[in-house]
């Protein structure tokens, strides 16, 4: 199936007064018009009932533009997330099917975590099940799965990783929806990066197509916070805050020795924020060099020269970079070398390597030894547990995506737009460009 | 000066089509006329030469009202935040003071730095003082005052507290102005909370109607998160992060012993914040008590009946309470003790002991000896730094005040709306009414 | 059975060259002459196969005194610990348990993790119990205990507080040792404070009159690492890193109020050490107050006066008072409050109230209003898991146990003494006198 | 000079009853033998009086030998530290300079602030100064030094690195000695590794040779924990702290994937001690590497063979390696890329890079697809500062140095034996040979 068609089957828009525009999510009754609904049986729970107007009004939307000028558009809204009135499956007929794909990221566990407890204890939902032989999606061709209880997760918000385990690449569409109609199951819940994400349109289409009542629900899943519809990622909080560490070192690196240059490669293929926020945050760095702006090494207003003014006026200085910076710059020999890993990211050449390597060949006419220090502390990143933060917010991003899942809304992925949850249409997550640059940041 | 007075000198209030109202701050020009515009020295910034659109549309607001309807109304909107194609000061004209009030919070140290740098290095103004004689307002009726630049203020953001000390009360409008006067200072940056805020306006007042060029600024400050209009109050997620550690303490005592109850007594005078995401984020409590959602110990419902349900079933229990939590409940002989501190904030009774107290009484005859622990991290949590997502929050707080006050705008607070820096008038910051429960939690 | 008796049944005494004296302690073969021996399965172990010289000498023995003259006495001498060539049990003979009693204590879960471990992979012992019904002695008169294997006990390291739970009090010699007797088991792990090993003591004395084959095994518990003859207890390297945090928390409030006071009460009922290494640790801190050197308050060479000089020097300071210091300070009528926990343990008064009232008092006179903060961390420094140093120790500290039961040693604690791991008969532990002076932390 | 005349020179031995030997450390007396005493100004502080035996005996000695036999030899016993009752310095009189040489350390500022405040507070000494222009002994050849007071040093004990920065070799010793005699200087208090030892080794020779009354004193830096005459060296306990959170968050890694392997390089270039430490400290290691344990890949009993097993029973592992492990094993080609680097220490190849790429070969053939992390985190173990253990020991090393300088001794090192501080000549620092075994760490 083309693109073009996915876009179209995935898009439905709505358009109301003042330039007013809906990006609506798809819903199982798009194509099974005769569903049944039920009530939602939070409506009959003691601990909710103390909240007045718990349920969503169904014509809330979240609003994307919110700098606006007195008389302008309205422009694109989604529809809001959280509990319908109604819901379109019973609870002991939901059977649901968790699987996390893609590199870490904190929080993971808190989001396994959150769409078991939401499903069992909001909805009573018993049958749920994690897709963890080798993980990823080609743990839908094994026949082993895990049971996933409230007691089985109770404690794993606490650990980094993921308990389904995690792999890269591996999609065979036939072949999973196939694995999703012979069990029976009929809420998917993916979470996982842009690829990930794409498979997930996929699975939807196919599902649709062979008219299965089944919910493909969409976690976004990007440490490096690249995803521009939604205000920031999981694990993206919490990454920052580890990655200061790294910054904290080779600060104290560099002060304690003459002409000290302390290099940190921060994750970041396309995008810098880990990297500015951090930078941001840490206050300790004279340069961060990010993908979204590009620099270059000799003459006037290069980096070598503002390294040169820097060691002069304060004797050492603290390097921040992006794994994605300056690939331009990297010769043609090094990029002979480039590769594909399995999920079909390029792979980067080590850039805090390389950068190390051109300014100490540089400034050693300037400054005789210049000592550098080059930390990496990607791994050590990805693997902690999610912060306060990050666990507050992937609970309710799990819990966003059930309510949506049994309010038969299919095809979206969640997150928040200006602070409120949302559902957001595969092709509008998958399809806006990136236009990431610093002023996002600063201006926020 | 009555308090409807204030508020209408305060308010500006501008409509637009489709229901768009903008609750607008005041503006120097509001009462000097005439004074010269100079333009924005951040154009010849070349750290800032390569961003694009760098300075904020005069004409951009933001939306308070994000979850709307196909034709509804637009609502109320804030004035943007961040830089402008013109000032209304000259960098060497330029002399600003910095104050903080009240109880500590992590990250203040953060916004005094990011206040001093922003002004220094976006703007060239060298002339800033901090109030630092015992801290607060009293600090301003004394002569000695602390210079600061970027090198006194270079590492204050790793440490907690603030530097410049800080009290409570003593608010003298006539002296304060006088001083403000004597000393010809004409950037005033007030950190503080609600009554710091209150006094803010109060100054602004004075200031306007003696007719002098002089901005005021306030940068709200509540570890409580009880500010509506903003999305969030900075310290607060560095005191949810603390807070947690405190929770898995009480969790672990609690668990190693025969029906052993720990409690956690958390700041919230009137609102819950901290309490609730602390305990969204640690998924180790049972109950987490209120000051929003009123609760009864005895008979059917009551928190008795629960202790005893969750004892039977799990062996131990950790409950959450809030110190403003259940403040009815305390007996008369303890309200007769109730004092009022400096500020004029009610001095409430410990509530962590009290509870205590009671639930050891009740829950013996069920369960014989109760090992009961009391935990209250308040001053671990107000005492350290702020963490790195507090940092960056700060920074562009410092930098939205620094800007708004640059071009002009007084008598307003600052903050972010639905995600972007706003600048909201005193009187909206401070008149709103706290409508905060658990929903806005839940469903944000 | 009169303590006396106690004393001389335990005491093995013998005496060499040069002033030589071995406390020993005592072995099954002492009332069992005919018990047979194996050899160590150790040294069939290929992880262990590359060390030579594993086995300890069997006349290896610890000196007590390090500091020594040239022709001075040589003094009291320990048995050294570590695996012997010959063992007393066969591995699957071997029944043990292990029982944790009194407060908690960071590195309770280490020891169990390391005993367990420790009698499965080096010696092949598989019939490993808990007593956990309740925790403590109390336990050994339920039927339920749980069962111990490497794979239970895998990440309990990395937790705080003791999977077996604990409580205190509820020693019945005779009803233990018939427990022991009916279950079986041969081998008894004791973790606890100073009345836990006294009860141990017993329990040896009654295996001993009942003539069983059975080890009696005491690990030393008190996070106040106040066991004079052992260089440190387990736990007390992580209480001062944590409570150096509370430290650091009242410092920062202090400094940030004019004439502010941070008070914070650490632990140590009858011992300051954790005060004193903590103040040495932090650097922040004005005055230490330690139950083992007196204060008063008043007149010259006073508490107020050294507060009255530090707070016009200094404008604030940091004092740590240890709880069990200046008690013959407290009034009559607050002690006539006081009251016996369940380990007959004096319940102390509240010292960190009871001094911040008073120095409140007593200050106003001279500095008008004094900000006094109250900090207490107990129950967040008993709570924390090990850390790396801790965790390292516990290990040796449960081998040790498990080398000495295994080699048929029984009635004796293990701890380090001058950096090596020894065995301690019970008598010498708990008899030797507390001769704790702060010269002993300075000139160590 | 030879080394042969330098250890003849600085030996000092003497003998006494059942084998007793004293290494002594050489006394400005010993070649200025006219040289006034003074009374210990401590005896008249307040802050000392209430302490009884302050100073320590005369003749009181430390012994190396604590595992001993009834009627054994006394063995080898260094000279106690601490303060003398008689000083060979007036206060006024004395000049000190402090310098810090090679690699960062934890702890290196805590020892330079209690060089400072010990001298200060206790000896009332203000004349001391920093070597700090480019660090190092190249220091000693520049004009500018610091001044170094207890305000200046007030906070530095909270921050990584050295104050005084530092760097490798350049040692002159007739140069650095003629700068101590040019600026006056009389106690030289040197902080570095076994190269810099050397140093002052040398420097102490030539200040003997030349007849001046200056007191060197060596303070022993290795954070790798390889000085067998002392029980630790400062900082090894905090970067065992650090290098645990690298291990911990390889072992997340390799868990949540399909064979997952984590490879975690730590510091170690002639001895395992951190590895080895991380390791028993952690729990999550299948496999420690280190120099002085020889292993080999491939056949039976080799590590391939080792992972494979492990793989196929777990799924995935950790493995540790040392630095200087596996030496002997990388290929002739990567040796003769070998360098020296400023200090003359053996530039390693990489290891983990190594090792990780040929298991990947390996191992491709049994699983396929490996994934591999590869965590360095040597540069976040230097960096931060010390924790609370380290610290306090920190503080007792510069004050045994202060002592020990006071009292006229010289070209000594100082440290922990057993448990007891002492002074250590310079030879036997030095000299002994390096019998690390990992029998060693288990039975201690």
């Given at each position: 199936?083309?693109?073009?068609?996915?876009?179209?089957?995935?898009?439905?828009?709505?358009?109301?007064?003042?330039?007013?525009?809906?990006?609506?999510?798809?819903?199982?009754?798009?194509?099974?018009?005769?569903?049944?609904?039920?009530?939602?049986?939070?409506?009959?729970?003691?601990?909710?009932?103390?909240?007045?107007?718990?349920?969503?009004?169904?014509?809330?939307?979240?609003?994307?533009?919110?700098?606006?000028?007195?008389?302008?558009?309205?422009?694109?809204?989604?529809?809001?997330?959280?509990?319908?009135?109604?819901?379109?499956?019973?609870?002991?007929?939901?059977?649901?099917?968790?699987?996390?794909?893609?590199?870490?990221?904190?929080?993971?566990?808190?989001?396994?975590?959150?769409?078991v407890c939401g499903l069992h204890y909001?909805y009573g939902v018993s049958?749920i099940?994690?897709?963890?032989?080798?993980?990823?999606?080609?743990?839908?061709?094994?026949?082993?799965?895990?049971?996933?209880t409230p007691?089985?997760?109770?404690?794993?918000?606490?650990?980094?990783?993921?308990?389904?385990?995690?792999?890269?690449?591996?999609?065979?569409?036939?072949?999973?929806?196939?694995?999703?109609?012979?069990?029976?199951?009929?809420?998917?819940?993916?979470?996982?990066?842009?690829?990930?994400?794409?498979?997930?349109?996929?699975?939807?289409?196919?599902?649709?197509?062979?008219?299965?009542?089944?919910?493909?629900?969409?976690?976004?899943?990007?440490?490096?916070?690249?995803?521009?519809?939604?205000?920031?990622?999981?694990?993206?909080?919490?990454?920052?805050?580890?990655?200061?560490?790294?910054?904290?070192?080779?600060?104290?690196?560099?002060?304690?020795?003459?002409?000290?240059?302390?290099?940190?490669?921060?994750?970041?293929?396309?995008?810098?924020?880990?990297?500015?926020?951090?930078?941001?945050?840490?206050?300790?760095?004279?340069?961060?060099?990010?993908?979204?702006?590009?620099?270059?090494?000799?003459?006037?207003?290069?980096?070598?020269?503002?390294?040169?003014?820097?060691?002069?006026?304060?004797?050492?200085?603290?390097?921040?970079?992006?794994?994605?910076?300056?690939?331009?710059?990297?010769?043609?020999?090094?990029?002979?070398?480039?590769?594909?890993?399995?999920?079909?990211?390029?792979?980067?050449?080590?850039?805090?390597?390389?950068?190390?390597?051109?300014?100490?060949?540089?400034?050693?006419?300037?400054?005789?030894?210049?000592?550098?220090?080059?930390?990496?502390?990607?791994?050590?990143?990805?693997?902690?547990?999610?912060?306060?933060?990050?666990?507050?917010?992937?609970?309710?991003?799990?819990?966003?995506?059930?309510?949506?899942?049994?309010?038969?809304?299919?095809?979206?992925?969640?997150?928040?737009?200006?602070?409120?949850?949302?559902?957001?249409?595969?092709?509008?997550?998958?399809?806006?460009?990136?236009?990431?640059?610093?002023?996002?940041?600063?201006?926020?």
């Amino acid at each position: 199936m083309a693109d073009g068609g996915c876009a179209a089957i995935n898009t439905k828009i709505e358009e109301g007064e003042g330039g007013y525009i809906l990006e609506d999510v798809p819903h199982l009754t798009d194509y099974l018009p005769s569903l049944l609904t039920y009530p939602n049986p939070l409506q009959d729970n003691p601990a909710y009932s103390v909240v007045k107007q718990y349920f969503v009004d169904v014509d809330d939307t979240v609003a994307q533009k919110i700098v606006v000028h007195k008389n302008g558009d309205r422009g694109i809204h989604f529809r809001r997330a959280g509990p319908r009135q109604k819901v379109y499956f019973k609870s002991d007929e939901v059977h649901a099917c968790i699987v996390t794909c893609g590199g870490l990221c904190p929080g993971l566990n808190t989001v396994i975590r959150e769409i078991v407890c939401g499903l069992h204890y909001m909805y009573g939902v018993s049958k749920i099940i994690g897709i963890d032989f080798q993980g990823g999606y080609m743990g839908f061709y094994s026949k082993n799965t895990v049971t996933l209880t409230p007691k089985v997760v109770n404690d794993i918000h606490k650990r980094g990783g993921t308990v389904l385990g995690t792999s890269r690449g591996g999609h065979d569409t036939s072949k999973i929806v196939d694995s999703i109609q012979d069990r029976g199951i009929n809420q998917v819940y993916v979470i996982g990066g842009d690829g990930t994400q794409k498979g997930a349109a996929v699975i939807y289409e196919e599902v649709r197509r062979r008219g299965l009542k089944v919910s493909v629900a969409g976690i976004p899943k990007t440490i490096d916070n690249d995803i521009p519809v939604i205000d920031r990622s999981f694990g993206f909080d919490t990454a920052v805050e580890e990655a200061q560490r790294a910054i904290n070192a080779a600060h104290v690196e560099a002060e304690s020795t003459e002409n000290g240059i302390g290099v940190v490669k921060l994750m970041g293929r396309y995008s810098g924020f880990i990297a500015m926020y951090a930078t941001l945050a840490s206050r300790d760095v004279d340069c961060c060099l990010i993908p979204e702006s590009p620099f270059f090494l000799e003459g006037k207003g290069g980096l070598f020269q503002f390294i040169r003014k820097r060691l002069k006026e304060n004797g050492h200085m603290v390097i921040v970079i992006a794994e994605g910076a300056g690939q331009d710059l990297l010769t043609e020999s090094m990029q002979s070398m480039g590769q594909q890993d399995a999920s079909g990211n390029k792979q980067l050449q080590d850039v805090g390597f390389w950068i190390s390597h051109r300014i100490k060949v540089h400034t050693f006419a300037d400054f005789g030894l210049t000592v550098m220090i080059v930390a990496d502390p990607t791994y050590m990143i990805r693997a902690i547990p999610g912060n306060a933060s990050d666990n507050v917010y992937c609970t309710l991003l799990a819990q966003s995506a059930v309510h949506g899942a049994m309010a038969g809304y299919t095809g979206f992925t969640c997150g928040p737009v200006n602070g409120r949850h949302s559902y957001i249409p595969f092709n509008v997550s998958i399809a806006l460009s990136l236009s990431l640059s610093p002023s996002r940041i600063g201006m926020k």
